[in-house]
């Protein structure tokens, strides 16, 4: 299983940007797909998921900026950043978990990990 994220780059506070991340080798539908992002010397932090039939959650400090999407019946999730912060900046990874689960923003539940995308806001 690879999971391939892109999008990252250089943006100024305020601006945007769009990342992808794609899910092959998968044998069924990954029911869970998830963003998190983890700066040097910090713990991986969760940002959005999103499951079949659910609604995408978010975490706090992304809600209302933040936009988490799927490619209908694929391997595929989006994470579309706008109003970005310097705080903001970090390498961004996408995850798969092939079930729900309520405890979605935990990175110790996802079966599967890609190789991370950096995001650079500069003030």
């Known amino acids: 299983v690879q999971l391939q994220a892109s999008g990252g780059g250089w943006v100024q506070a305020g601006g945007s940007l769009r990342l992808s991340c794609e899910a092959s080798?998968?044998?069924?539908?990954?029911?869970?797909m998830a963003w998190f992002r983890q700066t040097p010397g910090m713990e991986r932090e969760f940002v959005a998921a999103?499951?079949?039939?659910?609604?995408?959650r978010y975490a706090d400090s992304v809600k209302g900026r933040f936009i988490f999407s799927r490619d209908s019946g694929k391997n595929t999730a989006y994470l579309q950043m706008r109003s970005l912060r310097p705080e903001d900046a970090a390498n961004y990874f996408c995850?798969?978990?092939?079930?729900?689960?309520?405890?979605?923003?935990?990175?110790?539940?996802?079966?599967?990990w890609g190789q991370g995308t950096q995001v650079t806001v500069s003030s």
């Open positions: 995850a798969v978990r092939r079930v729900w689960i309520t405890a979605y923003d935990n990175p110790v539940h996802y079966d599967y």
């Open positions: 080798g998968l044998s069924s539908y990954a029911y869970l």
């Open positions: 999103g499951g079949s039939g659910r609604s995408p």
